[in-house]
């Protein structure tokens, strides 16, 4: 039998600042989006997606982006990242201290005209302003495509148009891609062959995994990711998230359950496990719920249980 061969370490970047908070109806006090964001770098995180720099009209609730950047400069050892929809979100990124920036994007004209009112052509024309000003400012520019694997309106995504839209990503000079599985229609072996696909067609390009759990399938998911060399994954704590703009959308696969999964196989995190299950279960507290977290239902596979009475007597008197 061939070993399976997987990366030895990953790199998970927190993303409930933006992606788990922007689902939350109910207004997260800045004091407590700030304090969550500290806990989160004390368990060993390294990357993290603080906000979005969005209309405060069309998201309420990252109303408060540039204060909580602000108050979060002297955690030097994150790295921090922002999405924006535009030149002006981008510019205020830029103008808080954000040194990188995520572009936003889909895959299918459908969800792009209900998140950013244009077509996917539209929609990318409209990002070249923001890699130039980026560049001059020397902040670094990432690209991501939203309904990567499957489309609440029009169902399944031709590989070729993934191709077309890396192809004007690779022309602007974007080496960084996120895949986005918005809303959690994709399955292990669609994730394997197009990873495997897409790395032959575009060597000088680093993906990462932006997986939603919304039909129980992101761990799968992300093992197929593991088995196609992928080492970058976008996670949230206590599996909060979902997109307002597309149907059925619900939490990012959790943080806890991903570092719990990759320890269990000797892959690193640098996050530690107990202490990313206590952030978790102090985020559920705060705002009264978690998006699915099996960590936070049943705990990591160290917690044991007492031994039944009858087998502990047995072992006694043996």
């Not at 069309?58 to 108050?71: G, T």
């Not at 990188?100 to 052509?121: F, P, Q, R």
């Not at 979902?242 to 995190?269: Q, R, W």
């Not at 009264?288 to 006694?316: F, T, W």
Request: net charge neutral; charged share 20%.
């Amino acid at each position: 039998m061939t070993e399976l061969s997987l990366p030895s370490k990953v790199i998970i970047c927190e993303v409930a600042p933006r992606d788990g908070f922007q689902a939350e109806s109910e207004w997260i006090p800045t004091d407590q989006k700030v304090q969550i964001i500290r806990n989160l770098a004390a368990t060993g995180i390294q990357s993290m997606e603080i906000t979005s720099f969005v209309h405060p009209k069309a998201i309420p609730q990252l109303k408060d982006a540039e204060e909580v950047v602000k108050r979060s400069q002297d955690l030097t050892g994150m790295k921090f990242r922002a999405l924006v929809p535009n030149l002006k979100g981008a510019e205020r990124a830029m103008d808080s201290g954000i040194t990188k920036l995520k572009l936003m994007l889909s895959a299918t004209d459908s969800h792009s005209l209900s998140n950013a009112n244009s077509t996917v052509k539209e929609a990318q024309d409209k990002l070249e302003p923001i890699i130039e000003a980026a560049h001059k400012k020397n902040v670094t520019v990432g690209g991501s495509i939203s309904v990567a694997f499957g489309c609440p309106y029009e169902g399944a995504v031709p590989v070729s148009r993934l191709v077309d839209i890396l192809e004007r990503y690779k022309a602007m000079g974007i080496t960084e891609v996120s895949l986005a599985d918005t809303t959690g229609m994709a399955n292990p072996r669609q994730v394997y062959d197009l990873l495997g696909e897409l790395k032959v067609r575009f060597p000088t390009i680093t993906f990462s995994m932006h997986l939603h759990n919304t039909r129980g399938m992101a761990l799968a998911n992300a093992i197929s990711a593991l088995q196609q060399g992928i080492i970058h994954f976008d996670s949230s704590i206590a599996g909060l998230g979902g997109c307002p703009y597309a149907p059925g959308a619900s939490g990012n696969i959790a943080t806890e359950d991903l570092v719990h999964s990759f320890s269990e196989m000797g892959i690193k995190t640098n996050i530690n496990l107990d202490s990313i299950i206590e952030v978790a279960k102090g985020v559920k507290k705060t705002l009264g719920h978690d998006g699915g977290s099996y960590m936070l239902q049943a705990g990591p596979n160290s917690a044991l249980h007492l031994k039944p009475k009858e087998q502990v007597k047995m072992q006694d008197n043996g």
